[in-house]
């Protein structure tokens, strides 16, 4: 059993948090003692608030039963609630936009390396001590009696304090490879390291091809969630240093060019985001276009047997191979003066494909058309 450091947080809380979320988690533990469980909110939030940053995803663990304590909660706070049986987890979606994810105390025993993790009941700090990072691991208690009180029971809060992200034990990564994606995109997020053993560890399960042994769905989902941070290039170069992007597809080359398509996407989603008011837009696909510019349709199809992207997803990434170069030629030669020019020309592609193919288009003004086009076109439809 590791050494648990706990300290009493609840002065700085009423410091730190905003009065809302205070009183909900305080809510939340006056619920819990009713109801005789212990409630613990663990992982990024708590990470986030002692590194200064606000996080609007509540995770919460009970040491009893999740679910019908989701169910009490979700009439509590009027929220909608949502049950995965399998993982004995539950979702609360609240009106102002939070969202409170609900998890039994658990370890969790691996099959075979690579496999969904099958659930089996079992206490807080061994629930955490399944987690990808020591700065993961962070518990704030909610019951009355121990509001605010920190459990640290991996030197988690001195890791955060040096800056760095390191696992909790050498398999690690044997036993979930996307932890590699997600140290990645962590360590680049926060400006943190990755310390030398972490490190190491990277390298001999990538060096053991452990990345093509990951389950497709929590592939998929980290590499949407790393192209949706902040600086995707810094996460993407970062990768490139451990396995070549072979995690994504073995011909595509980190260089100048790359890097230089990835900085573009970067200035155009700001472009959007500044002037469009459909936040929808999947920036994720706009980036993974970008990465993938190089490669040909043979090549995409060996992609989308790695990660299983929905349905509409691939056709639009299908899309954008076999026609968008007809729609860039298209913009080059023919003349357009008029926004409703443009827009037969991007007529029924989807906003990410317009994206796309406008920032790759050299045609003098476009963008700026682009830009219009979006702020009559795509705002309006919204409004409607
Ligand atoms: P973000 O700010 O990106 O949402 P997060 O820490 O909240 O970061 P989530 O992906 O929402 O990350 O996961 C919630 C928690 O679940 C994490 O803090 C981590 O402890 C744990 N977790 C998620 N994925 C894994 C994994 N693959 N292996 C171990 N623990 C994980």
Request: charge should be positive.
């Amino acid at each position: 059993m590791p050494k648990i450091k706990t300290k009493d947080l609840s002065k700085k809380l009423k410091t730190i948090l905003p009065i809302h979320l205070l009183d909900l988690l305080r809510d939340i533990g006056e619920l819990a003692d009713k109801k005789k469980v212990a409630v613990y909110i663990v992982g990024g939030f708590v990470r986030d608030m002692l590194i200064g940053i606000s996080n609007f995803d509540i995770d919460l663990v009970i040491e009893g039963d999740a679910i019908a304590f989701s169910k009490d909660l979700k009439e509590k706070l009027n929220a909608k609630l949502k049950i995965s049986p399998r993982f004995k987890t539950a979702k609360l979606l609240l009106n102002n936009g939070l969202s409170i994810d609900l998890a039994m105390a658990r370890t969790e025993f691996y099959a075979y390396p690579a496999a969904l993790p099958i659930v089996e009941s079992s206490s807080l700090v061994k629930d955490l001590s399944r987690r990808d990072f020591t700065i993961n691991t962070l518990a704030l208690s909610l019951n009355k009696k121990t509001f605010g009180i920190l459990i640290d029971s991996f030197e988690a809060s001195r890791d955060l304090k040096q800056k760095r992200i390191k696992i909790l034990h050498d398999l690690s990564f044997m036993d979930d490879p996307t932890r590699i994606l997600r140290a990645v995109r962590f360590e680049q997020r926060f400006n943190f390291r990755i310390d030398k053993y972490t490190q190491n560890l990277i390298l001999a399960a990538i060096d053991k091809k452990i990345l093509k042994k990951a389950e497709k769905f929590r592939m998929t989902n980290e590499l949407i969630l790393l192209l949706n941070e902040p600086n995707p290039l810094k996460v993407i170069r970062r990768m490139n240093t451990f396995d070549e992007l072979d995690f994504i597809h073995p011909n595509i080359k980190f260089n100048k060019s790359l890097s230089k398509k990835i900085k573009a996407v970067a200035e155009i989603i700001k472009c959007y985001k500044k002037y469009c008011q459909d936040l929808s837009v999947k920036i994720w696909m706009v980036y993974l276009m970008a990465i993938i510019d190089d490669l040909n349709i043979h090549d995409l199809k060996e992609i989308f047997a790695v990660f299983n992207f929905n349905k509409k997803d691939k056709d639009i990434l299908l899309e954008i191979k076999q026609t968008g170069g007809n729609v860039l030629e298209a913009l080059h030669f023919i003349p357009v003066r008029k926004i409703s020019e443009l827009a037969e020309l991007l007529k029924g592609r989807a906003v990410e494909e317009c994206l796309f193919l406008i920032n790759k288009s050299k045609k003098t003004g476009i963008k700026k058309m682009f830009i219009e086009y979006l702020v009559k076109y795509v705002n309006v439809k919204l409004d409607n």
